[in-house]
């Protein structure tokens, strides 16, 4: 089984971002997974946005809705990007599908003219990370 079979049993992921000094940032955040591929939204000028224009290296593992990763929990390193406008109107309409509250918080915010308040985040895993993945695969 590979890390996003397991992580998306759970609702929630912890998703850690790096400051320029290296220092770790967990964050707990809702995501929705569409084929092989990962997604978070979150505001547009928050903390990890910031963090990920510096350095787009991420650590994902799932967690509750306050943070807390189980012991022995699986995990991996990835790479994050930043999606354009498109890409997160998609994301917002998958987000909506998975967390129906969502849809009156996307809603009051276009209402006030927050249109552009959010923006998406794929999340890859590295490479390394995948062979590993395969290779505990092999074993069981």
Not at 17 to 32: I, K, L, S
Not at 47 to 60: A, C, F, I, T, Y
Not at 111 to 130: K, M
């Amino acid at each position: 089984m590979t890390w996003l079979n397991e992580t998306i049993r759970g609702r929630h992921i912890s998703l850690t971002t790096f400051r320029e000094n290296g220092q770790a940032v967990p964050t707990p955040v809702g995501f929705v997974v569409d084929g092989d591929e990962l997604f978070v939204l979150t505001a547009r000028d928050s903390g990890k946005v910031r963090r990920l224009r510096d350095n787009p290296s991420v650590v994902v593992a799932p967690c509750d809705g306050r943070g807390r990763i189980a012991e022995g929990a699986p995990g991996t390193n990835g790479t994050a990007r930043l999606l354009d406008e498109t890409e997160t109107a998609r994301v917002r309409r998958l987000m909506s599908r998975r967390y129906p509250a969502a849809r009156l918080v996307f809603w009051w915010n276009r209402f006030r003219g927050d249109r552009d308040r959010w923006i998406g985040i794929e999340v890859t895993p590295s490479t390394i990370a995948l062979v590993a993945d395969l290779a505990k695969g092999h074993r069981r």
